[in-house]
């Protein structure tokens, strides 16, 4: 199952919109030349600008004959204005679904999800009077391999301390609503490995399992053998526990871990690991990733898992220019609500900086706001004619605050005394150039001897006026 069109309306900041997504073709081949990923949306914008409500109206839309009895108790998703609740207090949205060979069916549908709000409570209730469309028993089969759906909130974390909390979250929620609760609620944990590749005695499938994780980590690979019932991940020759691993390794491996769990027990007899179709949905995907990871993670994961559809969001510079123009939908606010268009410029390839001052981003420099009007400053007093200011412009440009810590060269090269601050030179005037001389020229000012004046007057001649003594 995928979902080509996400319609919403009337879902907090989102008046009405429709997001068009990239879906794949089971079974054809990812581009090898650095061309668009076919299965890959990055919504991109601001915080608040209504990412993450698409995130959960997908989710929602494509599981929601099954919604009312999930154990989700939907709040504070219709939207509210300064006047009160908006249309009537009804909330939608609809999922153009597009069914695969994986859900035996074939096709496409139209599945759709109402919130009703009221104006006392913020609380809401689904709205059931469209009864259960017929493909709907699809969703009841819990191992069932088919409408394959899952979805990672940005406070996503492994449950470390054991198997308690996944217990109370399996007995609260229905299992297809689980493997997307991290959407809804910060409170939910993803399952480690240690939990249940143990207990996997299929070594065609550990095998699989191995291989898919050196291909999205690269240069993290599993110790097949766990070690007091922990696994453990070889990194340069060195071996560490899960616990053990920084914030960035644990927060892609956990929710990968999680992911291939959900795969390993619903993908179809006979099929392979990374054949697996359906749709993944993540919130945040940069997070806690190290700028290298960032470069990587989205095509190493497109074209691992090719026939999965990944809707994702992100604010990192390096995670937009690691896709082409076809992959980003740009998500902002406007005054009648969140506006999702199509992305305005190829931007694969360009530098973080020429991606942040973009229309991407929309930064008008990357540089600290405080020195960066210094440096319009300095730039100001150079066009002026003064010498020193350009070469101090070009300092600043090339060192950023250093430039008041390194002494420059100067002409002869020897290095010249450093300013004292960059904030000092830029509140002295221009220097004004000197009479009779060209644009920018300055009188130079006359060194200051250091010898001591000798106030007793030379032999021969008087202290005040310089005569000779007169012979006597």
Not at 344 to 368: H, M, N, W
Request: glycine share 8%; proline share 7%; aromatic share 6%.
């Amino acid at each position: 199952m995928y979902v080509t069109r996400i319609t919403c309306e009337n879902l907090r900041t989102i008046s009405e919109v429709s997001v068009d997504l990239c879906v794949p073709t089971p079974g054809s081949a990812q581009p090898a030349d650095g061309g668009p990923l076919p299965n890959v949306t990055l919504l991109l914008g601001v915080n608040g600008s209504g990412k993450t409500t698409i995130l959960r109206a997908i989710a929602l839309a494509a599981l929601a004959p099954l919604m009312p009895s999930s154990g989700y108790a939907p709040r504070a998703m219709v939207r509210r204005t300064t006047k009160g609740l908006a249309n009537d207090g009804v909330g939608r949205a609809v999922a153009r679904l597009r069914f695969t060979p994986q859900d035996q069916r074939s096709g496409e549908v139209d599945s759709e999800f109402r919130l009703l709000a009221s104006q006392d409570d913020d609380h809401e209730r689904f709205d059931l009077s469209a009864g259960e469309p017929r493909w709907a028993q699809l969703l009841w089969k819990e191992r069932s391999p088919a409408c394959f759906l899952v979805g990672y909130g940005a406070s996503r974390r492994v449950d470390a301390a054991g198997s308690f909390a996944l217990q109370m979250q399996e007995k609260q929620r229905s299992p297809r609503f689980q493997r997307v609760a991290g959407l809804f609620e910060d409170s939910v944990v993803l399952r480690p490995l240690s939990s249940w590749l143990p207990q996997w005695d299929n070594p065609g499938r550990r095998k699989q399992l191995i291989g898919v994780f050196t291909a999205v980590l690269g240069d993290v690979q599993i110790v097949d053998e766990p070690k007091d019932g922990q696994y453990l991940f070889r990194m340069d020759g060195t071996e560490f526990p899960f616990d053990a691993l920084s914030d960035g390794y644990r927060a892609l491996i956990g929710w990968i871990a999680d992911l291939l769990y959900h795969i390993s027990r619903s993908v179809p007899s006979g099929a392979k690991l990374f054949q697996t179709e359906g749709i993944v949905l993540i919130d945040e995907i940069d997070l806690h990733l190290h700028p290298t990871w960032q470069q990587t993670v989205i095509p190493r994961l497109a074209r691992v898992m090719p026939n999965l559809q990944f809707v994702l969001t992100s604010h990192s510079p390096l995670v937009v220019g690691s896709l082409h123009r076809e992959n980003v939908r740009i998500v902002r606010r406007s005054e009648r609500g969140t506006v999702v268009e199509a992305a305005p410029l190829e931007v694969f390839g360009l530098s973080a900086d020429q991606i942040l001052t973009s229309e991407y981003f929309g930064l008008k420099t990357t540089r600290q706001e405080g020195f960066a009007a210094a440096v319009a400053e300095v730039a100001k007093q150079a066009r002026s004619g003064d010498p020193g200011k350009a070469q101090q412009f070009l300092r600043m440009l090339a060192l950023g605050g250093a430039a008041d810590r390194d002494p420059a060269p100067s002409a002869g090269g020897v290095k010249e005394a450093p300013p004292s601050t960059w904030k000092k030179r830029l509140s002295a005037p221009p220097t004004a150039p000197s009479s009779g001389a060209g644009a920018g020229d300055t009188k130079p000012a006359r060194p200051k001897s250091t010898k001591k004046r000798s106030t007793t007057a030379p032999k021969g001649r008087t202290k005040r006026s310089g005569a000779r003594r007169p012979k006597r």
